[in-house]
């Protein structure tokens, strides 16, 4: 007689509930810590427990899936897709619930990658985080500039420029002369605007406590700056040893490159069984546009809820794709633009990235051009 156990996990506590055929029902309580999920582990099998559920909270689920995934046949669910319990609600509830739509086979399982792939995505994100964080520090060394009334920031296309580098690195060491940060800046920023108004841009009133603050920023930037190109030299090490054939093929898509081919590894994998179809994949992702009509009215077609990391990607390599000459992408970029908006037209290019890196995948096949 096969057994179904419905698993809701919280930070603290897991609620176990245990469903046969002949609807005998088993509940039990586990706390979160390693031997309590252990003990869990031990209670399944005890019970001949074949097939499992949980909903994916937060980050909570991944201690219990590895604990339990090279045991039993778990299904990672949406909370989304499992309608909760009319009348009042407990936790307990819950669990048998999953446990009985599990019986039932009226859900399907999430997408869960392998143990190398999660590996390669934790170095992805972190990548994403660090650059915000990045960006915040540099957003932070802009505003101390400017209350010391430093305006170079005023004249350069991006405040994380080598020039705003090397001026605020020297005046972090205490270098508060004009005319040796105007050497440090690069001569184009300079025939811009004028040797005599970047000169004015850099002369500016410090205290001591201002030079030690905009220290520590320089601080946090340096240090950023190493983790960032620590996790993306790793990151493409993991991908070169584990997935060489695969980056070899995407590479060959225009505008992606290798950092961007090591991220779309790290977030779809590279088995696509686990996508049925290219559509899957990309409604998966979140570039499908959503269908609200009513009464025949179209009433939006923003796009779901998806991957946002690879979505970002995406869009990133679709933009660059747009701008390589002769490519069919910058065509289609185009022609989209003459009746779209900028982001649409960058959204539906994204969408036909998608669909061919999922074929590469698939196929094993490198890109060739073709009209699109």
Same mark, same amino acid.
């Given at each position: 007689?096969?057994?179904?156990?419905?698993?809701?996990?919280?930070?603290?506590?897991?609620?176990?509930?245990?469903?046969?055929?002949?609807?005998?029902?088993?509940?039990?309580?586990?706390?979160?810590?390693?031997?309590?999920?252990?003990?869990?582990?031990?209670?399944?099998?005890?019970?001949?427990?074949?097939?499992?559920?949980?909903?994916?909270?937060?980050?909570?689920?991944?201690?219990?899936?590895?604990?339990?995934?090279?045991?039993?046949?778990? =299904?990672?669910?949406?909370?989304?897709?499992?309608?909760?319990?009319?009348?009042?609600?407990?936790?307990?509830?819950?669990?048998?619930?999953?446990?009985?739509?599990?019986?039932?086979?009226?859900?399907?399982?999430?997408?869960?990658?392998?143990?190398?792939? /999660?590996?390669?995505?934790?170095?992805?994100?972190?990548?994403?985080?660090?650059?915000? /964080?990045?960006?915040?520090?540099?957003?932070?060394?802009?505003?101390?500039?400017?209350?010391?009334?430093?305006?170079?920031?005023?004249?350069?296309?991006?405040?994380?420029?080598?020039?705003?580098?090397?001026?605020?690195?020297?005046?972090? =060491?205490?270098?508060?002369?004009?005319?040796?940060?105007?050497?440090?800046?690069?001569?184009?920023?300079?025939?811009?605007?004028?040797?005599?108004?970047?000169?004015?841009?850099?002369?500016?009133?410090?205290?001591?406590?201002?030079?030690?603050?905009?220290?520590?920023?320089?601080?946090?930037?340096?240090?950023?700056?190493?983790?960032?190109?620590? +996790?993306?030299?790793?990151?493409?090490?993991?991908?070169?040893?584990?997935?060489?054939?695969?980056?070899?093929?995407?590479?060959?898509?225009?505008?992606?490159?290798?950092?961007?081919?090591?991220?779309?590894?790290?977030?779809?994998?590279?088995?696509?069984?686990?996508?049925?179809?290219?559509?899957?994949?990309?409604?998966?992702?979140?570039?499908?546009?959503?269908?609200?009509?009513?009464?025949?009215?179209?009433?939006?077609?923003?796009?779901?809820?998806?991957?946002?990391?690879?979505?970002?990607?995406?869009?990133? +390599?679709?933009?660059?794709?747009?701008?390589? =000459?002769?490519?069919?992408?910058?065509?289609?970029? /185009?022609?989209?633009?003459?009746?779209?908006?900028?982001?649409?037209?960058?959204?539906?290019?994204?969408?036909?990235?998608?669909?061919?890196?999922?074929?590469?995948?698939?196929?094993?096949?490198?890109?060739?051009?073709?009209?699109?």
């Amino acid at each position: 007689m096969e057994k179904f156990c419905g698993l809701d996990v919280h930070k603290d506590s897991v609620f176990m509930c245990i469903l046969s055929e002949n609807n005998e029902k088993y509940e039990e309580v586990f706390k979160t810590l390693t031997p309590d999920l252990e003990r869990l582990r031990d209670t399944l099998v005890d019970h001949g427990v074949g097939l499992v559920a949980m909903e994916s909270t937060s980050i909570y689920w991944y201690p219990l899936w590895n604990i339990l995934e090279s045991d039993f046949d778990v =299904k990672l669910v949406n909370p989304l897709f499992i309608k909760q319990v009319p009348g009042r609600k407990s936790d307990v509830k819950d669990a048998e619930w999953i446990a009985t739509v599990l019986m039932k086979d009226l859900i399907k399982g999430s997408f869960v990658p392998p143990s190398i792939i /999660q590996q390669l995505r934790l170095y992805n994100r972190k990548i994403t985080k660090l650059n915000k /964080q990045l960006r915040r520090s540099e957003q932070e060394m802009d505003e101390m500039l400017q209350r010391c009334n430093i305006r170079l920031s005023n004249y350069v296309s991006d405040i994380g420029c080598k020039s705003m580098k090397k001026v605020v690195q020297a005046i972090a =060491k205490n270098h508060l002369n004009p005319d040796y940060l105007l050497s440090l800046v690069h001569a184009r920023i300079v025939r811009k605007s004028g040797a005599e108004t970047i000169r004015a841009s850099l002369t500016g009133t410090f205290t001591s406590v201002d030079i030690e603050i905009l220290r520590m920023i320089v601080e946090d930037i340096n240090f950023h700056h190493d983790q960032l190109e620590f +996790c993306k030299k790793e990151l493409l090490k993991l991908c070169y040893q584990h997935f060489n054939l695969q980056m070899e093929l995407l590479v060959t898509i225009p505008g992606v490159k290798e950092h961007a081919a090591a991220c779309i590894i790290s977030e779809i994998g590279t088995d696509m069984k686990f996508f049925t179809s290219a559509t899957a994949l990309v409604g998966w992702t979140g570039l499908r546009p959503r269908n609200d009509q009513s009464a025949g009215k179209i009433k939006g077609r923003k796009t779901l809820h998806g991957n946002k990391y690879l979505r970002l990607m995406l869009v990133q +390599c679709a933009w660059g794709a747009s701008r390589t =000459k002769g490519s069919a992408f910058m065509a289609r970029y /185009q022609r989209f633009r003459k009746r779209m908006h900028h982001n649409k037209a960058l959204i539906a290019n994204a969408r036909k990235l998608l669909v061919i890196i999922w074929n590469i995948l698939a196929k094993k096949e490198p890109y060739f051009a073709q009209a699109i």
